[in-house]
């Protein structure tokens, strides 16, 4: 019997011997305590998260700040994190003193569980916090705690320290209904239970309180940006219907198994970013090497986004026609492209000027990003046509014809209709730029403008950051006609993410409002004529959608929509491509 018991190879064949091809688990994080000299972490946990369909990785206590990339090694493997409970949180990170009442704090956790929460959130990374969980992940993101419940607030009555037995529920908590707690559990109220003289303060921003004890000390808050962070106050794992499902545990297992998903498209398909304008915060100083605060695109926002290519243009703000105004025009465009080349250079070793699709798949390769260079208004070649294909020759691969304001081009969406649509001279540059190889950019053109220059037109036109008028009314989107003819001929309409040309009156929209555009746009134009052009640092940018980090937000919210592996590929970049290839090789 003991033989029987102790035989590893019976036990290893009969855990082998189905095998089968299966989607692997997602990788959860769990943060340990610190305690005489050892790394700890209470069995409920990671027993949890197993139970769940996760699986663990206990991250210890350690010095974040030592080594260079440690976190980054850790966090590029994780597909979730759970923030665990323990000791009081320092309050010199949230910029008190500490007060009589603090109990020990977890000096050996603080720094790093700040720094990693905040790291993880860049990285869009789904997060639940849990007791002292909850606390470190507010003060990480901009909030605040109360060192001590009874001292800070005059109103607790509520025992929240207690000393019953972790599975006995102690109190309840009040849900709001419209949040994850109640979509989890469909309860308005949850026995909990409570060992904690520490509780939320005051709220990070993007945050809002979703639970709440009977004497109104805040037990839950999550985001309300459309990310997967939650954090509550009492310990879950300890509770009986901790393994009721759902629970939070089943949660922040989903919610990394779709960003293990989300991951994993964009290891696979090529995504470009169809229009950016970060060159016009060149007159600032700016670093697009590192995480810049001033930025929405930058090599770290790319990076944590999984953005392999974007677009950045050469903008001019439509101004004065004569001579002079014309050639300071295109001495500023030509000004704004020598210094995205010389930023891309500055940056090599991970970064790159593209010239064509080939050169984005080579980059991608290579592990580095990709820019492309475009012109934001036709203003840029004056009455010059001679201009276009010398644009061509640095490396423009397309060009938007007008900006907000008729030019010698064609009349804008916001223009006066000057010329009743394409002028002659824009006849001219418009079959100058099919000669050439560049993309000819709809976006900004009033209604005839973009008729006239489909049929001018030889090549499929572009609309490098439009939206669906049927769903916004500005005049900058596309009406319904308007996406069938450039479906029909053979043309793309990339997604702008700007506020103001996704919902009306000038209400705040958020990324549900970019996906409800994009569906409209594949309903009526079809998946080979979509993609995405975010008009980041151009005034793009919303709740859950708002810089080049959290695009892989959206490749999650494209995938819950059902969208193929094909389907995201060509929203992502093939559509665009494939009219800049057809473009680019006209003779």
């Not at 969406?413 to 730029?433: C, D, L, T, W, Y």
């Not at 008009?535 to 193929?564: H, M």
Request: charged share 25%; net charge negative; hydrophobic share 40%.
């Amino acid at each position: 019997m003991l033989n029987e018991y102790y035989n590893l190879n019976a036990k290893y064949e009969g855990l082998t011997s189905g095998f089968k091809a299966r989607e692997s688990r997602p990788l959860i994080g769990i943060t340990s305590t610190f305690n005489d000299a050892q790394s700890q972490l209470n069995e409920p946990y990671y027993a949890s998260i197993v139970r769940a369909g996760g699986v663990p990785y206990i991250i210890p206590p350690f010095d974040i700040t030592r080594e260079e990339g440690w976190a980054d090694d850790i966090l590029c493997h994780l597909d979730g994190v759970v923030f665990s409970g323990g000791g009081d949180v320092n309050p010199l990170f949230f910029g008190e003193q500490p007060i009589r009442d603090l109990h020990a704090v977890a000096t050996e956790r603080d720094e790093m569980e700040l720094l990693l929460i905040r790291m993880a959130a860049d990285r869009q990374i789904p997060i639940l916090g849990i007791c002292r969980g909850v606390q470190v992940m507010n003060v990480a993101l901009g909030g605040t705690v109360l060192q001590d419940i009874y001292a800070q607030d005059k109103n607790a009555w509520v025992k929240h320290a207690q000393n019953a037995p972790r599975f006995a529920a102690t109190h309840t908590v009040d849900v709001d209904e419209d949040s994850i707690l109640h979509r989890i559990y469909g309860k308005r109220q949850l026995a909990v239970n409570s060992f904690h003289h520490q509780a939320v303060g005051q709220v990070a921003p993007g945050f809002k309180v979703t639970g709440r004890a009977a004497d109104g000390i805040i037990e839950a808050m999550e985001s309300t940006e459309h990310k997967s962070i939650l954090g509550v106050q009492w310990h879950p794992e300890c509770l009986g219907n901790t393994f009721d499902t759902p629970n939070v545990f089943t949660w922040i297992v989903e919610e990394a198994r779709s960003f293990k998903a989300a991951k994993q498209v964009h290891e696979q398909v090529l995504s470009l970013d169809s229009h950016c304008d970060t060159p016009m915060f060149f007159e600032k100083e700016i670093d697009f090497g590192r995480r810049d605060p001033q930025l929405r695109v930058d090599l770290r926002k790319m990076t944590e986004g999984r953005l392999d290519a974007t677009i950045m243009v050469a903008y001019l703000k439509q101004g004065e026609r004569d001579e002079a105004a014309l050639r300071a025009a295109t001495e500023k465009a030509d000004a704004l492209l020598d210094q995205i080349e010389a930023m891309a250079a500055a940056h090599s070793d991970v970064v790159s000027i593209a010239y064509t699709p080939d050169d984005l798949y080579r980059n991608k390769a290579l592990g580095k990003k990709s820019i492309m260079l475009g012109v934001e208004n036709g203003y840029a070649i004056g009455k010059d046509i001679a201009n276009v294909e010398r644009f061509r020759q640095r490396g423009i691969v397309y060009m938007t014809l007008c900006h907000n304001g008729d030019n010698d081009l064609c009349d804008s969406a916001k223009g006066n209709n000057e010329h009743g649509g394409v002028s002659p001279f824009g006849e001219q540059v418009i079959r100058e730029m099919n000669r050439v190889g560049m993309m000819v950019d709809l976006s900004h053109a009033g209604d005839k403008s973009f008729y006239d220059a489909l049929d001018i037109s030889a090549t499929p036109i572009v609309c490098t950051h439009s939206s669906a008028r049927a769903l916004c009314g500005h005049p900058r989107n596309l009406t319904d006609d308007q996406l069938r003819a450039l479906a029909k001929a053979g043309g793309v309409a990339q997604v702008n993410i700007y506020c103001d040309f996704l919902r009306d009156n000038g209400s705040e929209a958020s990324v549900l409002d970019a996906v409800a555009h994009l569906n409209h746009m594949v309903r009526i134009a079809g998946i080979d004529h979509v993609g995405i052009g975010t008009d980041f640092d151009g005034g793009g940018g919303v709740p859950g959608l708002n810089s080049a980090s959290e695009l892989i937000n959206f490749t999650r919210r494209l995938l819950a929509e059902r969208y193929s592996i094909s389907d995201l590929s060509k929203i992502w970049g093939e559509n665009f491509l494939r009219v800049m290839r057809m473009v680019q090789n006209v003779k």
